[in-house]
C-alpha cells in the first residue's frame, strides 16, 4: 500500500478497467433494449410502477436496479415479516418509529407476497399466473439482466432462491431449465406476440432509384425529396378507421415540410414515399393506390412489400437501413398508421394522434 491510502485503487490496471465498464454499460443498454422491445409487442408487461425510464435501469434508480445483479447473490433482509412498505418511513403500522423488536437480520427473501407497487396491478398479478409470468418487475425483468449480463453464467442453478422468490417461478425455473440463457426467446416464440418480424418471410434486398422519376428525385441537390418509409396496417376488423389514418398522414405529408425559421410550410420539396402493407384486402390496396394518384403532384409512392398477415411488422424498417447505408447524405423519416400499445382498432388508428 502507498501512503495515501485513498489512492490504492489507482493502479496499472485503469484502462481495462474502463473497457470492462464500458463493456458493461453496453451490456446494461441492450438488456433495457430488449426489454422496451418485448413490451412494445406486448409480450412482456411492467404494470406494478408508473411507467418510467428510471425504473428500468436508467437515471435516477440506476444503482438501486443494477447492484448485485447475479442470480448467485442472495439478498438479506434488515426487518422482521411483519415490517411493511412503510419501512422507508421507519414507522409501524399506526405511524410509531421502529422500535428493536422490529428488526432481526437473516437471509432473505422471507415474505411471499409483493410489498410495494401499485395496487389495481398487484391484485390483477395475485389473480392470474399468466401475467404473473410476464411481469417485468418478477422473474422476466432478473432474467433479462442476468442473461444479457453474464450469459450462460447468469443462469440460475436449481437450487437458486429466485425459484422460491417469485411467483410463477416453477414455470420459468423448467424454462431455464431445458434452455438456459435463450428462455426468454424460447418464450417469446411460443407467445405469438401481435407484432412479429416480417424479415424471415423475404429475404430480398430493395434497390432504390428504379426508374428515371424516382432517380431524378434522388439526385436533385437543390431541392432534395423528404424520403418517408412508410409501415401500412390493416387490421382484420374495423378497417375503415385504418384507412382513416392513412388519409390523415397522406394529408399531413401533402401539405409539406413545415419551415420553424418562416413559420410556413415548405412546398417545393416533393415527398418520396416507400411503402409495405401488412394485411388488407384488395379494395384496401385499391383505396392506398387512389391515394397515391390524388396526391401525385407532391408525393411519389413507391410500394417495397405486401405482406398478408396483419401483425408483420418491421419490414420497412430493413428497407430504411438498406436505404442509409446506400444514400448516408440523405435524411429519412420512418411512419407507421397504427399507434402501438392498443389492441382496440379505433385507439390504435385513432386518425387524429396519428396525424
Known amino acids: 500500500p502507498s501512503n ?5 485503487h489507482l493502479d496499472d490496471g485503469r484502462s481495462s478497467s ?21 413490451r412494445l409487442w406486448g409480450v412482456l408487461r411492467a404494470t406494478l410502477d408508473t411507467d418510467n425510464i428510471e425504473h428500468y435501469g436508467m437515471g435516477r434508480y440506476m444503482w438501486e436496479h443494477w447492484i448485485a445483479s447475479h442470480p448467485s447473490i442472495r439478498p438479506c ?13 421507519g414507522k409501524d403500522r399506526e405511524g410509531r418509529t421502529f422500535g428493536s423488536q422490529y428488526y432481526d437480520w437473516g437471509m432473505g427473501p422471507r415474505r411471499d407476497g409483493n410489498l410495494g407497487g401499485l395496487r389495481g396491478p398487484r391484485l390483477r398479478l395475485e389473480a392470474s399466473e399468466d401475467l404473473q409470468f410476464r411481469e417485468y418487475y418478477y422473474l422476466p425483468g432478473n432474467l433479462l439482466k442476468w442473461f444479457h449480463l453474464y450469459g450462460s453464467e447468469g443462469v440460475p442453478g436449481p437450487d437458486s432462491w429466485a425459484w422460491r422468490a417469485f411467483p410463477a417461478g416453477d414455470r420459468w425455473k423448467e424454462l431455464v431449465g431445458l434452455h ?11 407467445s405469438n406476440p401481435r407484432f412479429h418480424s416480417a424479415f424471415a418471410s423475404d429475404h430480398s434486398v430493395q434497390t432504390f432509384d428504379n426508374d428515371e422519376e424516382e432517380k431524378d428525385l434522388l439526385l436533385r441537390s437543390n431541392s432534395p425529396p423528404v424520403v418517408v418509409f412508410y409501415q401500412i396496417s390493416y387490421p382484420r376488423e374495423d378497417k375503415e378507421n385504418a384507412r382513416l389514418a392513412i388519409e390523415a398522414q397522406f394529408d399531413a405529408l401533402s401539405t409539406g415540410q413545415y419551415d420553424s425559421v418562416t413559420n410556413s410550410f415548405d412546398r417545393r420539396r416533393k415527398v418520396l414515399l416507400y411503402y409495405t402493407t401488412a394485411g388488407g384486402s384488395i379494395q384496401d390496396i385499391e383505396h392506398l393506390s387512389n391515394l397515391c394518384k390524388r396526391n401525385a403532384d407532391r408525393i411519389t409512392c413507391r410500394r417495397l412489400g405486401m405482406h398478408d398477415a396483419e401483425g408483420s411488422y418491421g419490414e420497412s424498417l430493413r428497407h430504411l437501413h438498406t436505404f442509409c447505408n446506400a ?18 382498432a379505433k385507439r390504435a388508428f385513432d386518425a387524429q394522434q396519428i396525424r
Open 4 to 8: 495515501n491510502p485513498g489512492n490504492d
Open 77 to 89: 433482509e434488515m426487518h422482521t415479516t411483519e415490517v411493511g412498505p412503510l419501512v422507508l418511513l
Open 327 to 344: 444514400r448516408p447524405s440523405f435524411d429519412a423519416i420512418h411512419i407507421a398508421n397504427r399507434l402501438t400499445g392498443h389492441k382496440d
Open 18 to 38: 474502463s473497457e470492462y465498464e464500458g463493456e458493461y454499460a453496453l451490456k446494461k443498454t441492450r438488456a433495457l433494449k430488449h426489454f422496451l422491445l418485448l
Open 180 to 190: 438456459g440463457e435463450k428462455a426468454v426467446d424460447v418464450m417469446v416464440e411460443r
